[in-house]
């Protein structure tokens, strides 16, 4: 080959005999140099090549990352705007004006052993500007005025310490629900409930599986914020992924052997929780439950409450709630299956025996109530007694209502003994509430499905007051009706019970406002001035709207009657009310009282 050179000028090298230098290199006085072969680079081995498409991984998920987090600031950005109208960034300001950040502060007070630059608290301390005593005051009212109604968290297990770095999901739920009844901090509630549920999803994305997770999704599906229509609530789908969690994490089985007592208890009042929402659920929507009839755990849970010292106060008015919704899922079962076959069965004797049942079952419940009081005479503990009998009354009419139901298309009378319990039952639901419960003060802090409850009861009531069904009442009663549904109606939309005009009481306030202006006949006899003392939020007065809703009525029936059914109709005795052709059906399950209120999201005020 050619030396550097005569490579350069693309010429061969001529070489004399016996010189080592080339002659145009020595007529030009150049070192002659010859060409060394270029060095090829080494592949690459397999390792390498991993190792390169790690680092590659790591930059694209660092990249992904920040669009994430730039995504979640402008979120979270739109979310105080919408909380703050008048200025978008409240909070974050707020937080910059001061020497420290909130951040810091509660990773200091939370965590003293560690240092708080490495530490991360949940968004919603950052955003909501929430320090250390903002915290202990919100946990101080939820488990003083929320977990007695829902006792579902141990104090002891469940503080802040402990969940915000294990369970920042419930840590923000907790924080989120306690705020609404928050009078320091009464602008809170909005963004709280916007990074609940941005928790909820982010943790359902996780797929992290944990019975804080599980509790977290129970509480946002009891408790959940107010929304424009029905159809937006979400409440059914929260209850749906908290239970399957649930038995993924195998909490319907006894706990492990080697589980400690506390935790043994929080997974067993986890899942008895799961049960009642479950069977609740599945009668307020008149579908069959999730969960098996039965479950061992329910079966075998009524002496659980007294099965340790760490039990708290509130584990007894549980396990009641769990056998009574027990002898309801066997009713419903029944019922169902009785429906999907050729069976005749006699609904309304059958309505009769199960509301005997029902009414045992709370005799004897009230007989361990009286002697768990003795060992924890709190307050609450009675108002959750008188919470059980109130539900034990409204399943009780919710039987008997189906009885009535049936009675109906053959003919009723006033005698009738599934009217004269239903009636009682619903006066009872609604005694329980007006005389019992709004006077301790704590009725603004129940669960939404009290007030629903204790509407459907008024709302069987003003049924009797229509033209049809009005000969199975004599006058005194119809009076007592009216009075006692006036009477809850205040209740339901006073200040002391509803928190606002969005609040769950005050729309059914609404709703049996309309339903008493249409069946009530002598709605001008009486004067409509609220009892002394209660006061109303201005949007639920009793001249909001008057166009009355549909329920209990569907479909109408088709065709006229014949000639052997009107023969066979003149042979009813006087004070016997029947369906006739041309009727309209009445449906008195939950699932169409529930599509009969959802017309409240549609005629809410212009200012929601």
């Not at 320090?131 to 104090?155: A, G, Q, V």
């Not at 804080?212 to 059914?236: F, H, M, N, T």
């Not at 340790?308 to 056998?323: E, G």
């Not at 007592?480 to 939309?493: A, D, P, Q, R, Y």
Request: glycine letters at 4%; one cysteine or more.
């Amino acid at each position: 080959g050619a030396c550097v050179h005569c490579k350069s000028l693309k010429v061969r090298c001529e070489f004399g005999s016996g010189e080592n230098a080339c002659r145009r290199c020595q007529a030009g006085n150049i070192l002659c140099q010859s060409r060394s072969r270029k060095k090829r680079k080494a592949a690459p081995t397999h390792e390498d090549l991993q190792e390169k498409a790690h680092s590659q991984d790591c930059q694209i998920q660092s990249l992904l990352l920040q669009l994430d987090q730039m995504r979640m600031e402008k979120k979270i950005q739109a979310l105080i705007a919408h909380a703050y109208p008048k200025s978008s960034s409240k909070g974050s300001d707020d937080a910059s004006k001061l020497e420290n950040s909130p951040e810091l502060v509660v990773a200091s007070y939370f965590s003293p052993g560690s240092s708080p630059n490495f530490l991360s608290p949940p968004d919603i301390v950052r955003y909501c500007c929430l320090y250390p005593r903002d915290i202990t005051e919100l946990f101080t009212i939820f488990f003083e005025k929320i977990n007695p109604f829902f006792s579902i968290l141990d104090p002891e297990l469940h503080t802040p310490q402990n969940l915000i770095w294990t369970c920042p999901f419930l840590f923000t739920v907790i924080c989120a629900t306690a705020s609404r009844y928050c009078t320091s901090k009464a602008a809170l509630y909005s963004l709280a409930k916007d990074f609940a549920r941005e928790a909820a999803g982010q943790a359902l994305v996780d797929g992290a599986k944990k019975i804080d997770i599980c509790q977290a999704y129970l509480l946002l599906g009891v408790y959940p914020s107010p929304k424009k229509k029905w159809a937006e609530d979400r409440s059914w789908l929260l209850m749906g992924v908290a239970i399957r969690m649930a038995l993924e994490l195998e909490l319907n089985l006894p706990p492990p052997s080697d589980c400690d007592e506390r935790e043994a208890l929080n997974r067993t009042r986890t899942w008895l929780n799961c049960y009642c929402v479950d069977g609740s659920h599945a009668i307020q929507f008149g579908k069959m439950p999730m969960l098996r009839l039965d479950d061992y755990m329910a079966r075998t849970s009524q002496n659980w409450y007294r099965s340790s010292s760490m039990n708290t106060p509130y584990d007894v008015h549980l396990v009641a709630y769990v056998q009574i919704l027990i002898i309801m899922a066997k009713w419903r079962a029944s019922v169902q299956q009785e429906n999907n076959s050729e069976k005749n069965l006699d609904v309304v004797q059958f309505a009769v025996e199960t509301e005997r049942q029902l009414s045992k079952e709370w005799s004897l419940w009230f007989a361990r109530y009286e002697e768990e009081y003795v060992r924890n005479p709190f307050i609450l503990c009675y108002y959750r007694a008188n919470t059980t009998e109130m539900i034990t009354a409204y399943l009780r009419l919710v039987v008997l209502a189906t009885g009535f139901q049936d009675a109906f298309k053959s003919g009723i009378s006033r005698d009738s003994g599934v009217l004269r319990r239903s009636i009682d039952a619903a006066r009872t639901v609604i005694q329980i509430m007006v005389d019992r419960l709004y006077p301790t003060g704590y009725l603004k802090y129940a669960m939404e499905a009290n007030f629903l409850y204790v509407s459907f009861s008024a709302a069987y009531l003003l049924n009797l007051l229509r033209p049809k069904l009005l000969p199975l009442i004599d006058e005194n009663l119809q009076e007592e009706i009216i009075l006692t549904v006036k009477s809850l109606i205040h209740v339901l939309g006073s200040e002391d019970v509803a928190l606002d005009g969005r609040h769950t009481p005050a729309l059914y306030s609404k709703f049996l406002v309309n339903l008493l202006s249409k069946y009530n006949a002598r709605s001008n006899r009486r004067s409509e001035t609220p009892p002394d003392g209660i006061r109303f939020h201005p949007q639920f007065n009793d001249e909001r709207h008057t166009s009355p809703p549909g329920w209990p009525d569907i479909q109408q029936v088709g065709g006229l009657p014949q000639t052997g059914a009107a023969h066979t109709l003149s042979e009813y005795e006087p004070g016997i009310v029947y369906q006739q052709a041309g009727d309209a059906d009445m449906d008195f399950s939950l699932g169409h009282f529930g599509m009969s209120c959802s017309n409240l999201y549609d005629i809410l005020s212009p200012d929601f």
